[in-house]
């Protein structure tokens, strides 16, 4: 495999860009591929079948590109999709999900604690990441609590306002949350909102940890990387090329809000 190879980074949309935010600021040699599938988003309201079609797709276009490893950088499709995209990737990238490296961090740090879930609907519904948790770590408890409208609060740029402050005090109060020691941030959206909920948590006097997995991930990865020996040794401008499965101008305004910059997005459409 080429060090120098891009890495590939998958979503159902643009929220993926936090991730890719992280990746940039974590490893900046680093080239790497985005796609967004903007033509099927959200995929927390679809089916598994149709999510899994949906990422097999996505992950042909990033092969194609000769990535060294691809992230799924959406929880829905790592709930609904990982082990059929790491089993028909095989040996040609390295596929990581936004779970594994979650419930290996929560192992390590969260054991005989309380944690909250917070996600889509897809996300919480499926409990893959507290039934894994539960598999390495049994003495962890997870509380998960779907929140979708989170996600279109996001979207529409209703953060750190009195609207977004309402909506994310109604779903941390609600009684699963409680005697929690952690939230984990559930959905790629959800680090635009994390300074929201420490102040909700600090105003509430409540000391909860809130876990943005964006750049555990990105440790994650540059850990793979480091030891298969995969880190780019390139001195050139690294490759960022941003594709999506349907073009508008809002979601290439919307850039800004995820990646911290407007980036130009082409469009790629997958069942042609």
């Avoid at 420490?198 to 990105?218: G, P």
Wanted: with cysteine.
């Amino acid at each position: 495999m080429d060090a120098s190879a891009p890495i590939g980074i998958f979503d159902s949309g643009i929220g993926g860009l936090t991730f890719a935010n992280a990746l940039q600021q974590l490893l900046p040699q680093e080239s790497f591929i985005y796609f967004g599938d903007t033509a099927h988003l959200p995929y927390g309201e679809k089916s598994t079948a149709a999510i899994q079609a949906y990422t097999i797709k996505t992950i042909d276009v990033l092969l194609k590109y000769r990535c060294k490893a691809i992230v799924i950088a959406c929880y829905s499709a790592s709930t609904a999709a990982y082990e059929l995209a790491t089993e028909y990737t095989a040996s040609r990238a390295k596929v990581i999900s936004m779970i594994e490296p979650v419930v290996d961090y929560l192992a390590t740090h969260y054991a005989h604690k309380n944690v909250g879930l917070i996600g889509t609907k897809q996300t919480v519904s499926k409990g893959i990441l507290a039934n894994k948790v539960h598999q390495v770590q049994r003495d962890i408890v997870v509380k998960s609590l779907a929140t979708p409208l989170l996600v279109t609060m996001i979207e529409e740029g209703f953060f750190n306002n009195s609207i977004s402050h309402s909506i994310i005090e109604q779903y941390l109060q609600q009684p699963i949350l409680q005697e929690i020691d952690a939230l984990v941030l559930g959905c790629t959206h959800f680090p635009l909102i994390k300074q929201e909920i420490d102040l909700f948590y600090q105003q509430h006097s409540r000391s909860v940890t809130t876990i943005d997995a964006s750049m555990i991930v990105a440790e994650y990865l540059k850990d793979y990387l480091e030891q298969h020996h995969l880190l780019t040794l390139s001195t050139e401008k690294p490759l960022r090329k941003f594709l999506v499965s349907d073009y508008t101008q809002s979601f290439e305004a919307s850039t800004t809000i995820f990646f911290g910059e407007q980036v130009q997005l082409e469009q790629y459409r997958l069942w042609e």
